[in-house]
């Protein structure tokens, strides 16, 4: 048995906030489609963040037939495959993943995970969701102007974007995705709001913050950090588009186009690129902090153990959070600012390696020892662990401005990436989507589908993204359409790049799987009963499965513990929910 | 289902706190809420405004980065803002007018505040409207100021004395303040309307949230109403004195 020195947080105190009053639906509008309800709302965020992935998903498969088979499908000419990258990489950094980390699991966890009925402002939050629809659909809507989406590259570099050399540079496309990106900051401002308030004012009695689980963490800071850093991305949005729309010359300097010289002169294109990346470098964190936090309960809950430290990883996410706001230039050593900035940029991000390094090891020594359950979380969270080192590692090098200049623009940038913020977030996104989908639908996704989907996605994806290293040492430039017969692109790369591109297709397959079994499950999986995976959490210790609007019934639950008490000696169960009193002293709480 | 409504603080005590530093952390980790006695409608306006101010703070920069790295000569600013009155030019008098009127208002409105909490309808929704109307007032102004410079020939992407970037940041800047302070005086003028119509004392529900609403708001629309005002101040500062 574990004596715990009594402390404030023993007891639990008289309510400080009473309980709130929810809206309630009267129709079937206003239940289904416009609702009030962050668990609709998180279900919503998702299933529009899903589907316009998938439509990056396809780019993806586009832009791979054109490298491994380049000249095969006439239709991908130079200008569409600056296209598909362009919608491809936007699309997953902002619409895909900052969306359903934030708007789809941070609606359905904050509430769920605190003991709250709801958002603060279910209103707000409501409208949170339709902005996001509609930037979803402006941008959508660049697919059908004449002449297409902007062909910019994600990072919409001027003067480029908006020169008629770009493809949807002169037209309506780069147009659509400015105003796309500042509708989506509007929305997301609504939620992110929401998300913060949530937090820090509408716990459940006995819920301190050091009692919150991580994802709770993750999403927390991950929301701070997208508060303050997507302002950046949206001055930046709307000095482009008076570049282009009204003529004015924030971004573009003296310059020929054509032969013909352009009224344009005086604008600063490194500004943009400051602007872009102060919101840039965040988001990459506001993309792995709920990846972070989500993946720690995952390996706690399905290996039976404490987090290995909890108050040292709720730490390393603040810190982390903290200090990405001064590592964005380390995207710009190569782009002409003064080399001592490199030098500063470069020792602030390899200070960050630091806390990053310490939540690995403490997610390793989590498992180090546990009773370890290979569910298909499980699995994923592992998945997870793997590829992010993996591209945790290939950051220091990229980190440091003498190794990253040769590499810079070369496809082992495009394997760092993707390593580190494409496949390693993603496979958490599906680990949590087996682990909550009995919570939000009350049935198990099917396992062998299950298993196929991980096995294939997780060693497909490897095969995808790790020989990219190898193609990016050779020198293989990125967002090149065709590179022919050239140094850099010896035969074996063809070979190589063939490869790839299967594993794109197979891994693309997979998803497909994936999907199915979304759907089949919903009808035909097994009955998953209130708490299937014998979690301590309070999203598992719902009344009803599905939780019901406000979450709770009568009374609010009241939090005894923190949300680790894993195989706790002496306990009758390998696990205590947070709602459970705590008459004996029996807890891991302080001990860790 | 669930009869009470109140997302404002109750009246409960809270449990006694260590002192010291360690009373500090044990404050604000604690359970149920991180700043004791800060209504949700409170911290989401403050966090707004924090969001808010990174806004602002980017376009200033950018403006600043502009007019430091020109080549060209940046138009004097007590000439281009002087106003020609009785024959003779005026440096910056608009200005200074529109900036008292905008302090102003921030004292109507902390007075409209002051009197919320007192329960004072009819005088809360006065100064309200009074504000609002200093609001409107510096909007108009700022509208003859446009108006001026466009006559003169400043365009967003020209202008006649030098740097194009004077206009294109003038004009974006002062416009999306302008457009803060527009939004604040509507939702000065709905917020007068239901002090004055009572709602907050027969806790009518509102339109769209159908949620109770209290004297609290007209305090959280005072902070909309002095962070626009300090931003005003800075853009003063760096537009017009620098
Ligand atoms: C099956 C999965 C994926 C495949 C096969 C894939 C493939 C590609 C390819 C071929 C490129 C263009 C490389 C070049 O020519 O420069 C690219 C670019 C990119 N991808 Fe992916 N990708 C996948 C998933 C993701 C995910 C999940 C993310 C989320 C972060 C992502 C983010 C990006 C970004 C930001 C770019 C850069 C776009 C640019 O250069 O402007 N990708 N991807
Ligand atoms: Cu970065």
Redesign the pocket.
Known sequence: MVNIPSSIDDTVPAAEVEDVELYHPHSWWTTYVFSQDAKVIAIQYSLTAISIGLV??VL??L??LQ?GFPGYFTFIDADR?YQF??M???I??IY??TALFLGGFGNYLIPLMLGARDMVFPYANMLSYWLYLLAVLVLAAGFFVPGGPTGA???LYPPQAILSGTPGGQSGGIILMLVSLILFIIGFTMGGLNYVVTVLQGRARGMTLMRMPLTIWGIFTATVMALLAFPALFVASVMMLFDLVLGTSFFMPAIVEMGTQLQHGGGSPILFQHLFWFFGHPEVYI?ALPAFGIVSDLISTHARKNIFGYRMMVWAIVIIGALSFIVWAHHMYVSGMNPNFGFFFATTTLIIAVPTAIKVYNWVLTLWRGDIHLTIPMLFALGFIVTFVNGGLTGLFLGNVVVDVPLSDT?FV?AH??MV???A??MVIFGAIYHWYPKITGRMLDEIMGRIHFWVTFL??YL??FPMHYLGLLGA?????ELGESAVNPPSAHDLNVF?TLM?LT??AA?MLFLFNLVWSLRHGKEAGGNPWRATTLEWQTPTTPPPHGNWGKELPVVYRWAYDYSVPGAPQDFIPQNQPNPDRLSMENAS | MHESAKTKPSATPALPRPSGLSGFAADWASDQRTFKNVSWGKAMMWIFLLSDTFIFGCFLLAYMTARMSTTVPWPNPSEVFALNIGGQEVPLILIAIMTFVLISSSGTMAMAVNFGYRRDRRKTAALMLLTALFGATFVGMQAFEWTKLISEGVRPWENPWGAAQFGSTFFMITGFHGTHVTFGVIFLIIIARKVWRGDFDQERRGFFTSRKGNYEIVEITGLYWHFVDLVWVFIFAFFYLW
Not at chain 1, 477 to 481: A, I, Q, T, V
């Open positions: 990056a998903l993806s498969w832009m791979r490298l495959y990258i362009t491809h990489g936007m997953m950094v895909l993943l590259g994600w990072t993309v496809m495009v990436f993707h913020m494409g496949v977030p993603i497909g994806a995808i993204f430039p990125r967002r090149y359409y790839i794109a891994v693309g998803q």
